[in-house]
Each structure stands twice: as structure tokens, then as C-alpha cells.
């Protein structure tokens, strides 16, 4: 038989039953306290006895513990298995998935997790189950997200010009404007609310499909809608519809919500009714236009998404009547919340004025 191994001397008893109880792992404490017998000059078996393990499992603890002191007691994280995919499998998975599949050599628009497991299978010979590839894919930082729209004439080299000379061009405003005139940077866009409603994403019990009732009449308004997100505040008209007139009457209604003596930068896109020659800009505002199939930059597209997922969607309109009162309740509701506006619309690349 092996003689027993000696505890390391930088440690009493009493050192351990301290640490033992002001620590948190209980399976460190029942360890401490056992080789705290030991220290005692108790024997190898007391110490076995008031940890409830064998002697053997009491020499391993002596050996953690004089090799990493009170730190090597505490039970380690399982390794498992060793991982089918080795590391550079691994980032070909993650290559694959970022580039996405090509629906003429894969078969398929977008990648599902049998379609992944079977590319995996094909290329490296490695069987895995649908479930381990999530994981795999969940592990390497990807998620199933949806897909943001972008129209099909856009032009990418548009929008970073856009983003870039902003800043520029709020300043070129500005240098027309008397000597300290503030800016306000507002976002401007309307959207159709009909009783053909939208039916937005709602909590349900896995495996379930939830129903909501959907219409299929066809009254419907806009609602015409700025922001203001530096400030937290907004301007809203509900109309029956999208002509230059109602522009008119919502320049009004931004004019109006402008702070006094401050000046107003309106980014809008190109719809005829805003740019029409006939259109009235109110002295305290001054229209930049948005570049042509760009939605994405006008942070209103998130607002009318917001709208319809906490007040107009999954509701049944009875009358035009009805719709213009339901819009104008969820405006209301919507500029009572300054943060909401804050959260929603800015953009950073917007503000480095």
C-alpha cells in the first residue's frame, strides 16, 4: 500500500472550516471540512467518513487541493464528448451558413437544419442530428432572424453615400439659418391601415398555431407620421388619403410641434405628394429627400411595425370611422412615450452632427 500523502502547510483546520463556511459550493465545503480532520490529526478514515466517499476519492482531494489549494475542491464542468466537428470543419459550417445556399446547387432558398446536417454529412462524411447542428450553428453566433426587405433597383453605393454626407448636408442647412438657430432632425412617412389588418407575431405554447381573425373589406386611412427622435416627440395626421393636400396639412401640424425658433430638417423619400410643385413648406422646415428604394433609413418604417403590433393589428375595423379613431388612439399613445420615440428612431449615424 502507497503511503499517504502529506497536506500542504500553508493551511490549518481552522483555515478550512473558515473558508468552508463563508463559501458557496457545497461540495467544496464538505471537502474542506474533511481535510480539516486531517489536519487535526485525525486519520485518512474519519476523514473518508465525514466526506461519505472512499479513501481513495480522499486522496484525489489531498492531491486537487495541494496543487491548487482551496480552488481545486470545487467540482469541475464535465468535458464530454469530444466534438464530431473539429475546428476547421466548424468555421466551413459557419462559411457556409453566412453565404447561405445557392437554390440551384442546394435545392433549397434558405438553409434548414436537415439541409445543413445532410451538407455536413456530404462534405466532411459526419452524421449529426438535426438538433446537435442547431446547437453547432447556435454555438458559432448565428440565430434564425427575418429577413429584411430590400427592393430589388436599390442601390447600396446610394445609402452609404447618404449616411456618410448627412451630416454635411444638415450643416449646409444650417449655414443658411440666422446665427444659432437650433436643428432638429425629423423623419417623416405615412402608412395604409385598412380593415384588411395585419396579423403580428404573438406568444403561443410550442407546436401550436395560433388563429386571429383576419378581414377582407377594404376601407381604409393613412396615417401620416414624423418624428423626432433627438427630442422624444412626434407629429401625426390620420387622412383618407395621400395627396399633396394632406402634406400640406401635416408640414402644418410639424411646423407647429417645432420648438420656437428652432429650425427642422424633414427627411422624407420621393413620393409625388412630397415634392410636388404645388406643395406649401413652412418657413421652419426644410425637406431632405431620402435616396430612391432606401425604406430602411427612415426609421418611421420601424414605427408603423411598432404600431401594428401593439394596437392596430389583430383587430377587426367595423367602419372608416372606426379605423381613423383606433390610428388616432394609437398615435396618441405612441408620442406619450418619449422614450419609445428615443428607442425606435435614432440612429447614430444620423446625430454626429
Partial sequence: MSAAVAL??????????????????????RRLVALAEIYDGGSRTNAARIGAVSLQTVRDWVLAFNAEGPVGLIDGKAPGN???????????????????????RHGVVRWRLKDLAGWIYASFGVSLDESTVGRTVKHLGFRKLSARPRHHEQDPAAL??????????????RAGLPAGTAIEVWWQDEARVGQKNTLPRRWARRGSRPSAPKDQRTAHAYIFGAICPEK?????????????SAMNEHLKEISRIVDPGAHAVLILDGAGWHIAHDLVVPDNITLLTLPACAPEL????????????????????????????????????????????????????????
Avoid: H
Fill in 82 to 104: 469530444r466534438p464530431k466537428l473539429n475546428e476547421t470543419q466548424r468555421q466551413a459550417l459557419a462559411r457556409i451558413v453566412e453565404s447561405g445556399p445557392d437554390p440551384d
Fill in 298 to 353: 427612415n426609421p418611421v418604417e420601424n414605427v408603423w411595425q411598432f404600431l401594428r403590433d401593439n394596437w392596430l393589428g389583430d383587430r377587426i375595423f367595423t367602419s372608416y370611422d372606426d379605423i381613423l379613431d383606433r390610428c388616432c388612439e394609437a398615435w396618441k399613445r405612441f408620442v406619450a412615450q418619449p422614450w419609445i420615440i428615443m428607442s425606435i428612431g435614432l440612429r447614430q449615424w444620423a446625430y454626429r452632427l
Fill in 160 to 173: 452609404v453615400a447618404f449616411k456618410k454626407g448627412l451630416p454635411f448636408a444638415v450643416n449646409a442647412i
Fill in 8 to 29: 500542504r502547510q500553508d493551511f490549518t483546520a481552522d483555515d478550512l472550516r473558515r473558508l468552508a463556511r463563508a463559501g458557496r459550493d457545497a461540495g467544496q465545503g
Fill in 232 to 244: 422624444g416627440k412626434g407629429a401625426g395626421l390620420v387622412m383618407p388619403r395621400c395627396d399633396t
